[in-house]
């Protein structure tokens, strides 16, 4: 049947969707996400069935088309096209079979996360294999399989090299900016450390949103190879590399509920490692009340499953459980963390001892792994020598960054707080939750100079007057908001 | 924080959609699915972020409404609005708590199924909520608050009676229209059905369908309520009186992956009883390979379902259990079904014998059961007397159709082809789903005078020669479509 273009001037985001009105879906005997076979002359796309109830938005005879189906046809308002019922895809079989509490195949998996990543799959058509793996589970084989396909139908970085490094954290800790200096310290002891990070999401800021004050980290494949070529590290953000592209478009459904289906998660975080050839990955799991892993229970499952799964997948997986209790660093927010990282780097006495401590355990580890003997005298000596600094400065030079800027005079927040001590005493809690809250709303990470200076942890003796922490922000309106959350909910409590 | 407007001039049907650009977004923290407050002068309204990525169809600084939006702010193109984060829906919270296998209580269903049909919840959401049910079943009580919630949420025929009759049938077999001919004689009895029907999804017709041949079916619930309070009876369209507002909603994301959690059906056949006040409620439910109820042990299983929820509601069931393995009456397809239909009360000689077989007995159970004596005698004077038929020509009437409309002169498609028998024997199958295929093929029910009318009926001897069915099509090209697929799939076998 022949239908004229409308062009509603409007993206899905991907996926190819045209609408057409009730009457003509009735009479064409046309239901909600179907799938047509739209043709103009040479042309021709599927397209996902959306039915307009209004005749304005749609009139019957009409097809709208959103910016993804007029660009695969060339189309533009007025032409005429002619549509025809299509088949729709096979992963809908699979997904009902998923619903049903039945196990998927490799070829089963693999049909769906190629579908996924062609976008020829609808949210909800989405949201039924989501809900089916949260509700039902994934088995190891399934996981697997997963995230192979994941691989499979997504980016991945090529490096010749026998082996790779690769590191993980589960997160949930403020300022637990490990990769920052272990990406350095693992290159430095001549190593190949491809590392990818996320931005944040609901933290104050997340590896790649701080590694961008240094540098740009939207780097592609092809950049970030030869960044990696150069300097045997990098440190570029996930999204703009694309390695496992099923995941993202998974991510934006699973986010409206907060669903994080196990086997989903673990595929995930095991594809992007496998998409850059790792054959070691450290996997920092911290545990405390804030932290997304509650419990060493909890941990254990979890340090198993690793184990088990990123065997399967050709790569050893090294778990450590870690303190997640406090914020690590003094610094949270970009801006602040990326000061606290040069000074570790270069050896400053303000710098935070407590990540520093932390990333040699887990540098050591990584070089124990790799066979280097001595290994955490080996870390000291890099880190000491400002071998790692030296590192970090060429890698911020690969990426386009300034490789000599002053930790001291990277621009904080012109607007402060400083909190004191009322009372003299002993720091008993700081509370994770509260201090990336107040640091979010003080603008952090989006305002890069942003976030919260502690100049004490817990456990640390304070005296009355003495400054606990400073809250900055680039703006007063937003520092004033932070200090109402602050006054609302509480944050550091001294006894 | 402040935005533009861009009219998207499109509608979602119904859910409250803002588009922000990717940038904004970001800085502003919002996700997908997001809810925010939007404020033009007086007007307000919250609303579903979408994130548009492209800057094309959304611009940073603009904000891109669909039709619904405009008209909640009475705004237009260009003008400038307000924006703050919301709350999302409470019953957010509820599905994720169902999504965790746990029970909903009857104030938490009644939330969901508020949001459900204020459009309050996006078609993600709702799909996570279809999936619970699915997956993890809904008990009685959730069943019963769920189909209350649907019924005080949606809109009611209020009528002044102590015995209100209804039925509902769990379908599919082609041409059983037991309730065009149930209503008159019920009517004609002196007791009240006011009987809403469904359009056909997948069958050759509904009743809805059918009975569009002869009179309109589109009433609104003042207009049903007035036929009913003249007439004692009506047969209209159940899509058109919004009884169950939320589950029209809710079907709309069921179908792409045909999923029907028992549950989630039960509550929504029940609640559309309740939303006329039923008291006694007859339950047909044919089983045969291709019903929807397979097997005697469904059967049996669904009844007692029935019996337990309705008597939990307030209503009495009446299940029976008839033999759905071949089609009921001759005539399938909306005009053939109608004309079988005036012919059965009309008494003529070519009528229906085993719609009529069928038809008084159900009739008689619902006499029986209001209490009247020797029920099935006077379902049969009704019936010879012309009682019925006076009846249906009253309803016809009173719903604005012709009433003395002549059977046999209801349009038929004018493109035939009638299939005779190849050999002398009996007749051993006549397949519901192939029947059923060929007739909408054909065009129906859309096309009212397309389908399939058999002269002969599973068991008949035929002679060689014989005509066995006649299809009828309104279109030479579906005559030639349908008569591909016969000769594709096979229909009817002679032993």
Known sequence: MKLKVKDLDIATGGILVAAINAEDARKFDLYHEDRILIKRGKYETTAIVDIAESKKAVPPGCIGMFEEVLDKLHAKHNDVVDIDLEEKPEGIAYIRKKLKGKQLSKKELDAIVKEIVEDDLSSVELTYFISACFMKGMTVKETVNFAKAIVKHGGQLKLKKKQIFDKHCTGGVPGNRTSMVLVPIIAAAGFVMPKTSSRSITSPAGTAD???????????????????????????????????????????????????????????????????????????????????????????????????????????????????????????????????????????????????????????????????????????????????????????????????????????????????????????????????????????????????????????????????????????????????MLGRIGGIHIK
């Open 210 to 484: 701080t590694m961008e004050v240094l540098a740009p980290v939207s780097l592609s494949i092809e950049k970030m190879k030869k960044v990696v070529q150069k300097t045997n590290g990098c440190i570029a953000w996930g999204g703009a590399v694309n390695l496992a592209a099923a995941d993202d478009k998974l991510i934006r459904i699973r986010h409206p509920l907060a669903l994080d289906p196990e086997g989903m998660l673990l595929a995930s975080i095991l594809a992007k490692k496998a998409a850059v050839n790792a054959t070691h990955v450290l996997i920092d799991i911290p545990v405390g009340k804030d932290t997304k892993i509650k419990n060493l229970k909890q941990a254990r499952h979890l340090e198993k499953k690793f184990s088990t799964i990123g065997k399967k997948m050709g790569m050893k997986i090294h778990v450590i459980i870690t303190d997640g209790t406090e914020p690590i660093g003094k610094g949270i927010g970009p801006a602040l963390e990326a000061r606290g990282i040069l000074r570790l780097l270069k050896r400053d006495p303000e710098r935070p001892m407590d990540l520093e401590k932390k990333v040699v355990k887990m540098a050591a580890k990584l070089l124990h792994i790799a066979g280097v003997k001595n290994a955490k005298q080996k870390v000291l000596n890099i880190l000491e020598s400002g071998l790692a600094y030296r590192k970090m400065k060429e890698i911020i030079k690969a990426q386009g960054g300034n490789p000599n800027i002053d930790p001291e005079k990277i621009p904080l927040g012109k607007y402060t707080y400083t909190f004191r001590a009322k009372k003299s005493g002993k720091i008993y809690d700081i509370d994770n939750v509260t201090i990336a809250k107040v640091a979010r709303v003080a603008g952090a990470p989006k305002d890069k100079g942003a976030g919260i200076y502690l100049h004490k942890h817990e456990t640390f003796k304070v005296k009355k007057g003495e400054p606990i922490f400073t809250i900055y922000s680039e703006n007063k309106k937003k520092l004033k908001f932070a200090l109402d």
